[in-house]
């Protein structure tokens, strides 16, 4: 949380030797423990701000590309949310096929163009990578919305803070985190690993269909930091212990064999019986959209965390604009 000096900055003019002026937000990989520190301090501030006189004029004149090669509610929609309650505007490209995407302009062109008009782009690309090419073309600040199976960092900022905010701050470290489903394609998983490996004394289960495990390669980047992580394909043994539950959906989308995701898509279901077991005092979170792995019958459990947790998105977006765009 930043101290009272730090947020005396919020209000101020655009700082161009501000650490994250002008920064592209890519992978989790490139944060340090210090820095989500700061960025969940700023967001704190957002949420009071928010929450206090709504919307205020922090980035006024300053304008968002928002551009999405898929479908998207959450990031799209909060991202714009965010740009407008700090008073800046939004070009929106929901749907590329209605730009010259659809005429076969590529990638780096579409982003030199937008970055034309405006000051920061969002993107979510199929492709793993497409958010590191898209930055390597852009003079100005890229920001990954998901690129294919690879990342969502900011999915994962926003799911720490939940955590910090919902169990309370410093709470992460000592934790055991179960994440649920799909572990192969759910690119929100392989940032929040990663992310979560910053902390102290966390523990990793992973519980999944065969097909659907957790790539060796994010595996590997934990174990050389030492941190315990189990695999497992029911999630009995593991609940009674877990204080994140983090379910996923089948990335139905991703999947060359439809028969393979027949096969696996209803394999977990959250619903008050399986929860029974779980601890009073812990929380499920989900990135959402749900397709029937969390029972609707669960949705008013106190542990029910997951719609409470796309409002943290709209603090941390908000946080991550104003700092690239030199106001934090
Ligand atoms: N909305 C998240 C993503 O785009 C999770 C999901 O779609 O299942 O990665
Ligand atoms: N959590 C998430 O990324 O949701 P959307 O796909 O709706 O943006």
Same mark, same amino acid.
């Given at each position: 949380?930043?101290?009272?000096?730090?947020?005396?900055?919020?209000?101020?003019?655009?700082?161009?030797?501000?650490?994250?002026?002008?920064?592209?937000?890519?992978?989790?990989?490139?944060?340090?423990?210090?820095?989500?520190?700061?960025?969940?301090?700023?967001?704190?501030?957002?949420?009071?701000?928010?929450?206090?006189?709504?919307?205020?004029?922090?980035?006024?004149?300053?304008?968002?590309?928002?551009?999405?090669?898929?479908?998207?509610?959450?990031?799209?929609?909060?991202?714009?949310?965010?740009?407008?309650?700090?008073?800046?505007?939004?070009?929106?490209?929901?749907?590329?096929?209605?730009?010259?995407?659809?005429?076969?302009?590529?990638?780096?062109?579409?982003?030199?163009?937008?970055?034309?008009?405006?000051?920061?782009?969002?993107?979510?690309?199929?492709?793993?990578?497409?958010?590191?090419?898209?930055? @390597?073309? =852009? !003079? %100005?600040?890229? /920001?990954?919305?998901?690129?294919?199976?690879?990342?969502?960092?900011?999915?994962?900022?926003? +799911?720490?803070?939940?955590?910090?905010?919902?169990?309370?701050?410093?709470?992460?470290?000592?934790?055991?985190?179960?994440?649920?489903?799909?572990?192969?394609?759910?690119?929100?998983?392989?940032?929040?690993?990663?992310?979560?490996?910053?902390?102290?004394?966390?523990?990793?289960?992973?519980?999944?269909?065969?097909?659907?495990?957790?790539?060796?390669?994010?595996?590997?980047?934990?174990?050389?930091?030492?941190?315990?992580?189990?695999?497992?394909?029911?999630?009995?043994?593991?609940?009674?212990?877990?204080?994140?539950?983090?379910?996923?959906?089948?990335?139905?989308?991703?999947?060359?064999?439809?028969?393979?995701?027949?096969?696996?898509?209803?394999?977990?279901?959250?619903?008050?019986?399986?929860? @029974?077991? =779980? !601890? %009073?005092?812990? /929380?499920?979170?989900?990135?959402?959209?749900?397709?029937?792995?969390?029972?609707?019958?669960? +949705?008013?459990?106190?542990?029910?965390?997951?719609?409470?947790?796309?409002?943290?998105?709209?603090?941390?977006?908000?946080?991550?604009?104003?700092?690239?765009?030199?106001?934090?």
């Amino acid at each position: 949380m930043p101290t009272n000096s730090q947020s005396a900055h919020l209000p101020f003019g655009e700082n161009k030797n501000a650490e994250w002026y002008g920064k592209d937000i890519i992978s989790v990989k490139q944060f340090s423990r210090k820095d989500l520190e700061y960025i969940f301090g700023v967001a704190h501030e957002m949420r009071g701000m928010v929450e206090r006189v709504g919307t205020f004029d922090l980035l006024k004149g300053k304008i968002l590309a928002n551009l999405f090669y898929e479908p998207s509610t959450r990031t799209s929609s909060s991202f714009t949310a965010a740009m407008e309650r700090l008073g800046g505007s939004v070009i929106p490209i929901n749907e590329v096929k209605y730009s010259s995407v659809s005429k076969g302009e590529s990638l780096p062109d579409t982003i030199r163009t937008l970055e034309c008009y405006a000051d920061v782009i969002v993107l979510r690309h199929p492709e793993t990578g497409s958010a590191a090419i898209a930055a @390597k073309a =852009a !003079k %100005k600040p890229v /920001i990954n919305a998901g690129d294919g199976v690879g990342e969502h960092p900011t999915q994962a900022l926003l +799911d720490i803070f939940t955590i910090y905010e919902e169990l309370g701050a410093g709470q992460v470290d000592g934790m055991t985190v179960t994440m649920l489903g799909d572990l192969k394609y759910g690119r929100t998983v392989h940032s929040l690993t990663r992310l979560l490996s910053m902390f102290t004394n966390i523990k990793l289960n992973y519980v999944s269909p065969e097909i659907l495990k957790m790539p060796k390669e994010v595996m590997d980047e934990i174990a050389e930091k030492n941190i315990p992580q189990a695999e497992f394909n029911t999630l009995e043994k593991v609940l009674p212990e877990t204080d994140v539950l983090y379910v996923t959906r089948v990335q139905k989308e991703r999947f060359e064999d439809p028969a393979d995701y027949e096969n696996v898509k209803g394999a977990y279901v959250i619903d008050p019986e399986i929860m @029974k077991s =779980a !601890k %009073k005092e812990m /929380i499920v979170m989900h990135p959402l959209p749900r397709v029937g792995e969390i029972s609707t019958d669960f +949705d008013d459990d106190p542990r029910a965390a997951y719609f409470r947790q796309m409002e943290y998105g709209l603090y941390v977006r908000m946080a991550l604009l104003a700092m690239v765009l030199g106001k934090a």
